[in-house]
């Protein structure tokens, strides 16, 4: 019996370890950042530090919850304007991601298997090199003394430089060419497994090839549309480089107001109350799709 | 007509892909200092690049946080797939799996400042940790070890658990199943997490931005001052010469990949027609 | 139980199992109160349908699943807490879980390594083994450059390696096809009588158990419907569920209308069984009559005498090469099957979709059970 109490010992150890060294390293690195974020949200600045929300001049504690940054926030429309355009750009990005990926996935899907791991690693390669890079070679095709209005101007096609950069145009090229292979992977994963004989079935039925798509194949990629929108919508909502390197004045990004209070201002509770209410506008599309993902396992239970 | 509408479409999509680094890669050998007005082909800015004191030293110090980062992202990372997949049920494992997640969901802006806060207040009651490269590695590490988190995760998930309990039944203690059995058999996804995050790190400007101390600048943050500031033609250098890198590994990998898939298949047909068996 | 004498009888009974239970979160029983004893050299089966808790019982021999009341006890020592890797029982798993990373060689020597055995013992033990499943020339193959025959071979040999007590085998057939299967299974027998191990295995394959085991549990819903050698279980299942879930079987419920020590009747609503030996149970009692579709005898002629007999008409006819099964309506609407021997080479009986036909058996052709 004692062989048996070390060995049952022993299993508990190891699985207290590998349970508690991940809790740990993330309870750290993100529980731990994220209250302290919301408790300086809830300070002010006192010259050079945030204030403690504890305060103990009276000889015992009492905390102080100062809600100043949240209704500066609140009173200021430049912030809601901030958040609601933000949202704008997100939800572009997305839907001109879906049109573009989604005839893209669709194709890749249909064309032949042999072809296939290679139009796949082609959508994959330009993810491994530096996104940064990448932002930044827009911005040389896109100025007024840029790559393409170089070439338009020599064949004669226009006569004046367009307008392509530091507005909304340059943002969501940005935008879209970042995230276009979020959408493309999981639609394309999704329409590759779609099983060729439901549309025989279909056509068999009388179906004509048109209508087969929007009734069959368009709902049963319902999956990978959701799986891909979410993927482009998330990080577009947040994103701070592409708005700065290709943004102007008029495309207010929430990101960027974040980075502007905190570096520039140097207005940390201000900075964490926007990152809060950012925060709460990321949970609200997350919790629909966890909602539907909870739906669709009970489903095929 | 539908065929040639979809070529048409696919073509065009990666045109759009690749439209970017083409002119990056082009443009490098221009010799103009005009980024974008061509003059005639030359190695100008990569003499240039070669005698950038400040870009060599920023990629001397991306390469080795993202190398020190890879590696810690792996380690937490593979902790993390195991909590989550090996052991069903404990108290709290909801709690972990929304923390794992919280790196790939928030925006890095937020991540970035939560670190920073946090790593603020740890140094006003304890007094360290100096912000440089110790914090901008655990800040990357953290970021990579979600991602490592769903790599190891997804090949935990398809591997066959029968193989443990085979391990078990033939006379392996919990660590020895795991040293002989579990870990061979992860190799691959630990290759690939530690590439992944090895990229993720070598690629990140935010978190960096807000973790580095006086002195510490990754390449990307030098990049991104620059091309702040206007078009810079040694970027295009650096461009190309990550760019070569970049591809000869993917290329390389992938025909690797496929070999095996083949051999793999060959042994497989071989298997199949010993008929004397 | 655990009281009694723990030198007589050893010699005999290698496991002992005494009320084994498993609970799954405190409500579903996976395994009711089992009790079994397995003797030395015995090949012992477990067959039931999916979900019947055979699995658990078989994970719970293996040491995977702690129970959650009684005593397995093997050779008398008491192993219900022993972790999986001490053990002295080994398994063969369904599809054989080999290491995909370790050549066949090594799959083998995988358990006697972990035992320590000097290098050269291992040597001769591995290849001693590949040359009992035949597969010497593949020692240093990967599994997946096997066929499904040689994997399930290399898994039989890496799980007798460390010549354990008992061997477990889960489903051992279930990854091979029908063809493949037939002759597997005999060979599967060979080597374990020759390495006179003895065995318990998990089936949901009748055939498998029948041909393979020494005796059968049959299992339903976590405890054992009935325990005894093959033909026993066959020829004379204890209950329905028995007579139903092993072959096909034909069920007349009715009436014990004479009930004497050599013989009873049995009346029902198609026909009067006439059983010749007796049962244990009383006048009045309501039984089900089980009959074996090949023990019916088909005819045109109306058959002598009062009992054992009914007539209908031929609704279906399907052909199985060495027989064909006849579907007979009676004239209350209940369909009996009867399977006739294809012993010449002209369909036999003459008989054809819709004709009136004459079904018979003999008087001790059926089996009585009580509900």
Known sequence: MAKVQSFMRSLTQGRQLVIGVPYLWFAILTAIPLLIVLKISLSEMEATSVSDMIDWTNGWPTVKLNFASYLFLSSDTLYFQTYLSSLKYAVITTVICLAIGYPFAYFMARSPKHLQPMLLMMIMLPFWTSFLLRIYAWKTLLVSNGVINNVLLSLGIIKSPLLMMNNSFSLLVGMVYSYLPFMILPLYANLSKLDLRYLEAAADLGTSPFKAFWLITVPLSKAGIIAGSMLVFIPAVGEYVIPELLGGPDTLMIGRVLWDEFFSNNDWPMASSVAVVMILLILLPMALFNKYQAEQSEVKV | MIKLFSRSWMIAVYIFLYLPIVTLVVFSFNNSSLVTVWSHASLRWYTVLANDADLIAAVGLSLKIAFLSALMSVFFGTFTAFALNRYRRFRGRTLLASMASTPLVMPDVIVGLSLLLMLVSMQHWLGFPERGLFTILLGHALLGTAYATVVVTSRLREMDGKLDEAAMDLGCQPFQVFRLVTLPLLVPALVSAFLLTFTLSFDDVVLSSFLSGPGYSTLPMVVFSRARLGLNPTINAVATVTITVVTIAVVASSFYQSHMERKRKRDIALAYSDKNQ | ?371
């Not at chain 3, 405190?26 to 089992?34: H, I, L, P, R």
């Not at chain 3, 007590?165 to 096809?177: C, F, I, N, R, V």
């Not at chain 3, 209940?334 to 054809?352: M, P």
């Open chain 3, 1 to 371: 139980m655990a009281t009694g004498p723990k030198v007589a009888n050893t010699r005999e009974d290698l496991l002992r199992v005494e009320g084994l239970t498993k609970i799954y979160d405190g409500a579903v029983k996976a395994v009711d109160n089992v009790s079994l004893t397995v003797a030395t050299g015995e090949i012992f089966a477990l067959l039931g349908g999916s979900g019947c808790g055979k699995s658990t019982l078989l994970r719970m021999l293996a040491g995977f699943e702690t129970p959650t009341k009684g005593k397995i006890f093997l050779a008398d020592e008491d192993i219900t807490n022993l972790p999986p890797y001490k053990r002295p029982i080994n398994m063969m798993f369904q599809s054989y879980a080999l290491f995909p990373h370790l050549s066949v060689w090594e799959n083998i020597a995988f358990g006697l390594r972990r035992d320590h055995v000097p290098n050269d013992q291992i040597k001769e033990r591995v290849e001693s083994m590949l040359s009992l499943v035949q597969l010497g020339k593949y020692a240093q193959r990967k599994p997946h450059q096997l066929s499904g025959g040689q994997q399930q071979r290399v898994a039989l040999a890496r799980s007798l390696a460390k010549r354990p007590k008992l061997l477990l085998l889960d489903e051992p057939l279930g990854a091979l096809d029908k063809k493949l299967r037939e002759t597997t299974q005999l060979e599967l027998v060979n080597i374990i009588e020759e390495v006179g191990v003895t065995c318990v295995l998990v089936t949901h394959d009748q055939e498998e158990a029948m041909t393979m085991a020494s005796r059968i549990a049959v299992m339903s819903e976590g405890y054992f419907l009935q325990v005894g050698a093959p033909d026993e279980v066959y020829e004379m299942p204890n209950s329905r569920q028995v007579a139903d879930f092993i072959g096909n079987v034909n069920m007349f419920d009715g009436v014990v209308e004479v009930d004497e020590p050599d013989h009873v009747t049995v009346r029902c609503d198609e026909c009067v069984h006439y059983v010749g030996h007796g049962i244990s149970g009383n006048k009045g009692m309501s039984v089900g009559v089980a009959l074996r579709p090949e023990k019916i005898l088909l005819s045109k002629e109306r058959p002598q005498g009062e009992f054992n007999w009914c007539e209908g008409e031929v609704v279906e006819i399907v052909y199985f090469g060495d027989h064909t099964t006849y579907h007979l309506k009676l004239p209350n609407g209940k369909v009996i099957k009867a399977q006739e021997i294809n012993n010449t080479r002209d369909l036999s009986c003459g008989l054809t979709w819709g004709d009136r036909a004459y079904a018979r058996w003999n008087d001790l052709a059926m089996v009585v059970v009580t509900q």
